[in-house]
């Protein structure tokens, strides 16, 4: 696949990284790839670290969504991008991702797994498909994704991972069952591979926003529910947060205090009557 290229030509990557929990300065260009690039969380990161001067590697299933915001950043930051249209719920989808940036020749500093999507309905309801898609692009793409690149960063002894999970990753959540499932897998992943990684020169961060004004909750049939009734967080401020935190070494960023006291008290309140509230607030 030929590259998509926009902007000035590639600088080499930064040398080294400051330890876990320093800020960061970004003075030489690294090379950052998004997967769920086109909208939302992901469009708002390719954004922050085009400012930044990184080069973008962009991945999502829509190639004229990818394009445009190519444009976009190349006009406003002299961005170099390189697209790679990708469907992460295809088994077999993350190696093709590798396979096309080792055919580049591109090294990747920053991976930024914030593609994912879920299905609003019981179980019984949704269909054994659709699930298995949640779960292939939230787990399995994320997962397969993160161990083909690791591995270079570790050599190299510099670069940073940053999984986007979710709040529902703290709590069961009936009638998004198998969505919140996955991003509780996402966060203990990360979090472990935060320690794993400790000392080697990769941070590894895991953001976990609350609901989010993104295209989400209308993909998922969730626009309707109680929960995003409440108010949704704007999906620039969330990335923001992300970025931030990713830059600074946080292993859990999670945007806005409200959502901080709502992940802690769930670790307090009995699984019980936390299961019931979330479906009251999801139905």
Do not use: W
Not at 3 to 15: I, S, T, V
Not at 109 to 115: E, G, S
Not at 207 to 227: I, K, W, Y
Request: charged share 20%.
């Amino acid at each position: 696949m030929d590259p998509d290229l926009a902007g000035r030509p590639p600088a080499p990557a930064a040398a080294s990284r400051p330890p876990r929990g320093q800020a960061e300065t970004v003075e030489t260009a690294e090379t950052v790839l998004i997967t769920g690039a086109s909208s939302g969380i992901g469009r708002e990161l390719a954004r922050l670290f085009a400012a930044d001067g990184s080069r973008l590697v962009l991945v999502a299933r829509q190639q004229d969504k990818l394009a445009e915001l190519a444009a976009e950043l190349a006009g406003k930051h002299q961005t170099q991008a390189q697209l790679i249209p990708a469907d992460l719920s295809r088994p077999g989808s993350a190696g093709e991702v590798a396979d096309a940036l080792a055919q580049r020749h591109v090294d990747v500093d920053v991976l930024v797994n914030n593609a994912g999507f879920g299905a609003h309905g019981t179980v019984a309801g949704i269909g054994a498909d659709r699930q298995a898609d949640v779960i292939n692009v939230n787990v399995v793409a994320l997962t397969q994704l993160t161990a083909l690149l690791l591995p270079a960063m570790l050599e190299r002894r510099r670069g940073a991972i940053l999984n986007v999970a979710s709040t529902a990753a703290f709590q069961p959540g009936p009638h998004q069952a198998v969505y919140c499932a996955t991003k509780s897998y996402v966060l203990s992943f990360t979090e472990a591979l935060a320690e794993e990684t400790r000392g080697s020169g990769v941070r590894v961060s895991c953001l976990a926003p609350g609901a989010t004004d993104t295209g989400f909750a209308a993909q998922a049939g969730l626009t309707g529910t109680r929960l995003f009734r409440f108010g949704a967080m704007d999906a620039a401020r969330v990335a923001r947060a992300g970025h931030r935190g990713l830059r600074r070494g946080k292993t859990l960023i999670i945007p806005g205090a409200g959502n901080r006291i709502l992940a802690f008290t769930t670790r307090l309140t009995p699984r019980a009557l936390v299961t019931r509230i979330v479906a009251y607030l999801q139905a």
